[in-house]
Nanobody, 116 residues
Framework: QVQLVESGGGLAQPGGSLRLSCAAS????????MSWARQAPGKGLEWVSS????????YYADSVKGRFTISRDNTENTAYLQMNSLKPEDTAIYYC?????????WGQGTQVTVSS
């Protein structure tokens, strides 16, 4: 079955960096685009970034453009989200996502807290 496991979250200071990983299994990773989304305390789910299956195209929400970089390693079945210049408003649970045959699959999420 499809499984997505996020890691790499934690506490960072404003202006700091974190790198999130999403280990995927149960499907042909190289055939599908991958996305990251986040949910801040008391708020709804917000799409953050997506990357297509062959790494040629990436997309970013305006709120993270220029600070976050999405990437993937199709040999390792892993997607990444490099987060630089972190702000307190980036505090959220970050989820990895894949859409397969009209079904959305999500990981368990990883907590990112940005605070001094």
């Amino acid at each position: 079955q499809v499984q997505l496991v996020e890691s790499g979250g934690g506490l960072a200071q404003p202006g700091g960096s974190l790198r999130l990983s999403c280990a995927a299994s149960g499907f042909t990773f190289s055939s599908y685009g991958m996305s990251w989304a986040r949910q801040a305390p008391g708020k709804g789910l917000e799409w953050v970034s997506s990357i297509d299956n062959d790494v040629s195209v990436t997309y970013y929400a305006d709120s993270v453009k220029g600070r976050f970089t999405i990437s993937r390693d199709n040999t390792e079945n892993t997607a990444y989200l490099q987060m630089n210049s972190l702000k307190p408003e980036d505090t959220a649970i970050y989820y990895c996502n894949v859409k397969i045959m009209l079904m959305n699959y999500w990981g368990q999420g990883t907590q990112v807290t940005v605070s001094s």
